[in-house]
């Protein structure tokens, strides 16, 4: 199973970026089953949980995006993706999908996202 993230990118405080991860190597029904979380570390910190998608389609949020990011499914394409809108200097990360697959956590190899004030 592979975990590619895309959608990263330079943005002006206030903008929108959306992320996505592409899930490869998965049958569908282990996917709609499985967790999905996105990360961020920024420099210097350490790597923090944003939001996580389950399989019954409830969502959880840190509490410093919520309200603004929103993580979402497409089940047709195995993807996973965040929705950020309101982005501010302090989202400056980069941002990583994860799962837990056969009692393995998995990673993709992140992407950066980069707000400037």
């Known amino acids: 199973v592979h975990l590619v993230e895309s959608g990263g990118g330079l943005v002006q405080t206030g903008g929108s970026l959306k992320l996505s991860c592409r899930v490869s190597?998965?049958?569908?029904?282990?996917?709609?089953?499985?967790?999905f979380s996105w990360y961020r570390q920024a420099p210097g910190k350490q790597r923090e949980l944003v939001a996580s998608?389950?399989?019954?389609?409830?969502?959880n949020y840190a509490d410093s995006v919520t309200g603004r990011f929103t993580v979402s499914r497409d089940n047709a394409r195995k993807s996973v993706h965040l929705q950020m809108n309101g982005l501010k200097p302090e989202d400056t990360a980069v941002y990583y999908c994860?799962?837990?697959?056969?009692?393995?956590?998995?990673w993709g190899p992140g992407t950066q996202v980069t707000v400037s004030s």
């Open positions: 994860s799962t837990t697959y056969q009692g393995q956590d998995l």
């Open positions: 190597g998965i049958i569908l029904s282990v996917f709609w089953d499985s967790v």
């Open positions: 998608s389950t399989g019954d389609r409830s969502a």
